[in-house]
């Protein structure tokens, strides 16, 4: 209850709400608890000198005390602390403990005698409070209240002395006391308390003694207990530094695998390239799952001398260990690792010759080509065709002659004309491509000459097209049928008037019904307008008999947008085989059209019937808006 009065009188801030006076005068009214508590937490932020006596009562009010505290915290005055000092000499229990928390928070160094006497406090957990607050204080004073008690205080309440020690220490440290810090790490890790905080005195004991700190680290590394080798590690992390690196990799030689794995861990992220040495063993022999982290570790700062380790690596039976040298040598850097790549292409072996081409196409070695060309005509068919995939992705225009002499003489067909599709798709001069390829087209026999027509539809242009359309004249059957479907698959509208014709003058079927799915797909792409679009579109409605065309000219009229457009969509949206694509179709025209033609958009919308939640949701949406215009 109190949290929604709370979040009422936030909405409700007063236009005073940051004058101190007017705020105090509210704290002594009798507003309800939910505005005080309000008002507390606007003086943590406005509050001066003037508020603390309002406050302090507030101390002992079971509901308020925590937003008073709020305040008194970071008020910047003395007479907050002196508040709290007395409060904490006349609170018991939950209060008393607020009390002393908020000491510490402020730092109170005055406090510390009052906070002294509470460590011997009946009620542990008022006991344990004080004993963190001398902690956040941090003085000499502090610690040496805390420290006897570390082998004296009830257990209940030595962990807490501990955390207060530590705190002290960390405040020592980072006043650049490190030797009164190591001294205090010291005791608390001498001390009969928990493992947690043994192992946070250690790692502060270890950090503060900064280079002298290694021998402790490594006794840490040695340990047989987990806890405190993980703890190690840890510390290992933080700590700069090529001695650290030496002891890490020392220890690594005499640890069991499961410690060498989380050693060489450790060392990649200490970045460290003295690492390197022991790594590179370590991939070519440890343990297998050794052997996996020391092949990432070579993958994150290996450099020349990983390369040969890794190109063994790649070539292994074990799966994980192959893929794991592979992507290494993918993100090795250097020239080495290229011409490592390169020289594996002539290996007797058909794996490493495999591995070596997804590495270059991976690494993207250009300067490989000339050697993919020639394993391109390799014995063993699948190298072969693995090459001309990365030939087609890496290779560029002037790699093309060289793979049409490979067209003429190759039995794989599909892999160049793949390659050569590929090249071509990827160059923004495809007219350059086509005039590379045509000469050969004329001198091409066989499935040569049909892979070089569909390798031109990827480069597009008039030239191209005007090779088509002489092919799809030609007695060959063979070349006939392949031209005629690049003409009917043609990428730009430049082939709409081919099409045409072929639709009247074919007397196969199969043609007519290409040449108008041809039609369907070509016509919104056309540079022209919308009105002239629709009236392509509706030329062909009476040819159209088969539901899949249907469909083709529904996501046609969909990129038009036009209200006429959106009258002939709307007349399929009763048809159940074709309401689906009629309904996408509709929503589309209709998030284009609504601002000027609501009516129509409100129609059509409210015919709308479909499963698709979303599309539903997008058609109820588009009416109202249209009902709104």
């Not at 002539?346 to 070596?356: F, G």
């Not at 949206?573 to 958009?601: F, T, W």
Request: hydrophobic share 50%.
């Amino acid at each position: 209850m109190l949290s929604l009065l709370l979040a009422a009188a936030l909405v409700a801030t007063p236009a005073d709400g940051q004058d101190p006076q007017k705020l105090v005068a509210v704290l002594r009214s009798d507003a309800p608890p939910a505005e005080k508590a309000i008002t507390c937490k606007r003086l943590a932020v406005w509050g001066n000198k003037e508020a603390v006596p309002a406050l302090a009562p507030l101390l002992a009010d079971e509901k308020l005390a925590s937003w008073a505290r709020i305040a008194l915290e970071n008020i910047p005055d003395p007479a907050c602390d002196a508040a709290l000092r007395e409060a904490a000499g006349k609170l018991q229990g939950r209060l008393l403990i607020g009390v002393i928390n908020s000491i510490g928070v402020r730092r109170d160094a005055v406090a510390i005698p009052t906070l002294t006497s509470k460590l011997k406090d009946a009620d542990p957990d008022v006991a344990a409070a004080a004993a963190v607050a001398l902690g956040k204080i941090g003085s000499p004073a502090a610690a040496a209240a805390l420290t006897p008690l570390l082998t004296t205080a009830p257990d209940r309440v030595r962990s807490a002395v501990a955390q207060g020690c530590i705190l002290c220490a960390e405040r020592f440290l980072a006043d650049g006391k490190s030797s009164e810090a190591v001294k205090l790490y010291d005791a608390v890790r001498a001390a009969n308390i928990s493992p947690q905080k043994t192992l946070e005195a250690i790692r502060g004991a270890i950090l503060a003694r900064g280079p002298e700190g290694l021998p402790l680290l490594v006794e840490q590394l040695k340990s047989p207990d987990k806890a405190l080798f993980g703890m190690g590690l840890r510390v290992a992390r933080e700590i700069p530094g090529s001695a650290v690196t030496r002891a890490l990799v020392a220890e690594m030689e005499h640890s069991d695998p499961d410690r060498q794995a989380c050693l060489l861990l450790t060392l990649l992220d200490r970045r460290d390239a003295e690492a390197l040495p022991s790594a590179l063993r370590l991939a070519k022999s440890g343990q297998r799952n050794v052997r996996l982290i020391a092949i990432g570790v070579l993958d994150q700062l290996g450099n020349a001398a990983a390369v040969p380790v890794l190109q063994a690596a790649a070539v292994e039976e074990d799966v994980d260990i192959s893929q794991a040298a592979r992507s290494a040598l993918i993100r090795l850097p250097g020239a080495e690792a290229d011409a490592a790549a390169v020289a594996m292409l002539k290996q007797p072996q058909e794996d490493a010759r495999r591995v070596a081409i997804e590495l270059i196409g991976a690494r993207q070695i250009k300067s490989a080509l000339p050697a993919l060309l020639q394993v391109a005509e390799d014995a063993n068919a699948n190298v072969a065709r693995a090459s001309l995939k990365v030939i087609g992705d890496i290779a560029g225009i002037t790699e093309i002659p060289a793979l049409l002499a490979l067209l003429t003489k190759n039995r794989d067909t599909a892999s160049i004309e793949n390659a050569l599709v590929a090249i071509c798709a990827r160059q923004t001069d495809r007219a350059a491509c086509a005039d590379k390829l045509l000469p050969s087209l004329s001198q091409a026999h066989g499935q040569a000459k049909l892979a070089l027509l569909r390798v031109l539809r990827a480069t597009g242009g008039p030239k191209a097209l005007a090779a088509i359309r002489a092919a799809a004249n030609e007695a060959d059957p063979e070349v006939k049928e392949t031209a005629l479907r690049v003409l009917c698959d043609w990428p730009t509208p430049e082939a709409l008037a081919d099409l045409a014709r072929l639709v009247q003058t074919a007397t196969d079927r199969k043609w007519k019904i290409l040449a108008l799915r041809g039609q369907l797909r070509l016509i919104p792409q056309q540079d022209t307008g919308p009105a002239q679009k629709l009236a392509s579109l509706k030329e062909l409605t009476p040819m159209i008999e088969r539901i899949e065309e249907k469909r083709l000219l529904l996501a046609a009229l969909g990129e038009i947008p036009t209200a006429d457009s959106l009258a002939l969509v709307t007349t399929y949206l009763r048809d159940n085989s074709l309401k689906q694509e009629a309904a996408i179709a509709a929503v589309a025209v209709a998030e284009k059209i609504v601002g000027k033609h609501p009516a129509e958009v409100a129609e059509a919308m409210a015919l709308v019937d479909t499963k698709d939640k979303k599309l539903a949701q997008k058609a109820k949406q588009l009416q109202a808006q249209a009902k709104k215009k």
